[in-house]
């Protein structure tokens, strides 16, 4: 059976604090901590070179880590500015292009906001942009064994509730969630804190996209403050904020799934990955050991 693979997005802070610099440095380190994943970040924009690229690339498939993409924060699929959707599908090609340097096969990504335009007609818009990058990517030989993941998003003023997400889900095989559980705890008003809830969102996206992308999802975890208006910051494991993790563990162990937990601790994010990894494999061996529910 498939393993779900944890990891932090990004480089945390022990990883400097130990001396290293370079994110080639990142997949053996991570493999030092025993863990399995990592999210290379291009938030602020795709600048990494195919050397630098190639050279984690190659670092991870040596220490089994395995590798996705965080895309620029500019893309706005919605958006009715032409220069901003043709730097949308710029920013979304190049971090095709970057994942497909480091090996990597899921690209996560914001769908965007609505502007001035009602929610549905913003959907529409980007469901509409979202097609033609698809078709262009398909062109360009990209696609083939990169997921583009649309993320769950925290504030009420974004789009990407967990619905819409589905929804672009649906328009592509190469398309798969990244559900942030963080975002999804912030912009609901504190909800996903119990084993139901967490088992509503995966009866949902099973629904939605069947159960092979169900058992495989992209996931973003961290303990996260929020206000009316959603998402404030995120914050650690060791911070006094949800969601818990364990009844989202407790769910994926009950279920068999394997999906891949990118943890986004605000610097402790490794550690908290490798928290959550170590409640996953004991919950995953009581179950094997677990005549009744071992099935
Ligand atoms: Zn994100």
Redesign the pocket.
């Known amino acids: 059976m498939p393993k779900a693979q944890f990891g932090p ?1 990004g480089n945390p802070d022990a990883f400097y604090a130990a001396g290293h610099k370079a994110s080639a440095e990142m997949p053996a380190w991570l493999a030092s901590q025993g863990l399995g994943a990592y999210e290379y970040q291009c ?1 602020r924009g795709v600048t990494i070179r195919e050397e630098t690229a190639r050279a984690i690339g190659e670092a991870a498939l040596r220490n089994g880590v395995r590798l996705s993409v ?1 895309a620029p ?1 500019y893309i706005n699929l919605a958006t009715e500015d032409p220069t901003i959707a043709a730097n949308t599908t710029r920013h979304i090609l190049k971090s095709l292009e970057a994942a497909r340097w480091l090996g990597a096969d899921r690209v ?3 769908i965007g906001g609505p502007g001035k335009q009602p929610r549905d007609r913003a959907i529409e818009r980007a469901a509409a942009l979202f097609l033609a990058v698809l078709e262009e990517a398909d062109k360009q030989g990209l696609l083939e064994g990169i997921y583009l993941a649309p ?1 769950t ?1 925290g504030k009420q003023n974004q789009l990407g509730n967990l619905e819409e997400v589905l929804a672009f889900c649906a328009l592509s095989e190469w398309t798969i969630p ?1 559900i ?1 559980f963080g ?1 999804l705890h912030a912009v609901t008003g504190g909800r996903y804190t119990t084993h139901a809830e967490y088992e509503a969102a995966f009866d949902l996206v099973a629904e939605k996209l069947g159960e092979r992308k169900a058992a495989a999802v992209h996931i ?1 975890f961290s303990r996260i403050e929020f206000t009316k208006a959603g998402e404030k910051r995120h914050w650690t494991f060791g911070d006094d904020y949800g969601p818990p993790h364990e009844p989202l563990l407790d769910t994926i162990v009950a279920r068999g799934y394997a999906p891949r937990i990118v943890c ?1 601790s605000a610097g402790t994010q490794a550690a908290d990955a490798k928290t959550m990894q170590e409640y996953y494999l004991a919950a995953l061996a009581r179950r094997s050991t677990d005549p009744v529910t071992h099935t």
């Open positions: 997005a938030s965080h924060y996560a990504f914001h993320e998003m990244t942030d975002h973003h986004e």
